[in-house]
């Protein structure tokens, strides 16, 4: 049976929405009917927040907002502050409520996260603590990059620790002057204890490309 995910990533900026409709797009094409959330996000621009509006419109079903998005706020800074500005709470609990919702009326459910997976929510949850109480498997993105085994090796040990189970991650070459991409690559592949599901390259006008064909969902079963 499909299963639902989370998608994080080693950073902000990185690829997680990219990829998050690269998999609804790519269990949509096995007939599943699929649908992404966008729990929390920040920085809206020209009156939109873009993650959520890619998210959506990779969904094959509609929902209502606050159970797509439950959480939106215009600065482009951390959500802890941004929601106290806005003077509310993150709550985990009806981020939980709302997954609940979008997994009844689909079959598989694409959870984008904010930032990395240790980004605070409130003063006592960050974003393990909402994939932990979505209760779903983890797929990792790592921007590739220098410094990019560090952040992926650590990320993944946060993700382990915090009872998660890793079932993929997905190598995002967000700058394409690395150097030793493919050395870098191959240590990552024998470090992080999960299959990679596959390798995005770089691409500035990434709206233009499906790179649903290039992840190996099988890889998830």
């Known amino acids: 049976m499909p299963q639902s995910y989370f998608v994080t990533g080693t950073d902000t900026g990185i690829g997680k929405t990219i990829v998050s409709c690269a998999l609804l797009s790519a269990y949509s094409a096995?007939?599943?009917?699929?649908?992404?959330?966008?729990?929390?996000?920040?920085?809206?621009?020209?009156?939109?927040?873009?993650?959520?509006?890619?998210?959506?419109?990779?969904?094959?079903?509609?929902?209502?907002?606050?159970?797509?998005?439950?959480?939106?706020f215009i600065p482009p800074?951390?959500?802890?502050?941004?929601?106290?500005?806005?003077?509310?709470?993150?709550?985990?609990?009806?981020?939980?409520?709302?997954?609940?919702?979008?997994?009844?009326?689909s079959d598989v459910v694409v959870v984008e996260g904010v930032g990395g997976i240790m980004v605070p929510l409130n003063d006592r949850n960050d974003v393990?603590?909402?994939?932990?109480?979505l209760d779903l498997p983890v797929i990792l993105v790592v921007g590739m990059r220098l410094g990019c085994l560090n952040h992926a090796l650590i990320t993944a040990k946060i993700i382990q620790a915090s009872g998660l189970k890793l079932a993929g991650w997905v190598a995002n070459q967000i700058d394409p002057q690395m150097n030793s991409f493919d050395e870098n690559l191959h240590?990552?592949?024998?470090?992080?204890?999960?299959?990679?599901?596959?390798?995005?390259?770089?691409?500035?006008?990434?709206?233009?490309?499906?790179?649903?064909?290039?992840?190996?969902?099988?890889?998830?079963?």
Not at 49 to 65: C, E, G, H, Q, T
Not at 211 to 216: A, K, M, N, Y
Request: hydrophobic content about 45%.
């Open 30 to 72: 096995r007939d599943n009917v699929v649908i992404g959330m966008k729990p929390v996000v920040t920085g809206r621009v020209c009156g939109e927040w873009a993650d959520v509006k890619a998210i959506v419109a990779a969904s094959s079903v509609a929902a209502p907002r606050e159970w797509v998005n439950p959480y939106a």
């Open 77 to 105: 800074i951390s959500p802890h502050l941004a929601a106290k500005e806005a003077g509310i709470e993150i709550d985990v609990e009806v981020i939980r409520q709302a997954c609940l919702n979008l997994q009844k009326i």
């Open 128 to 133: 393990a603590d909402m994939a932990y109480a």
């Open 187 to 221: 240590t990552l592949k024998e470090r992080l204890n999960c299959p990679l599901l596959g390798v995005l390259p770089f691409e500035r006008n990434v709206s233009t490309k499906n790179f649903s064909t290039l992840l190996d969902i099988t890889k998830l079963e």
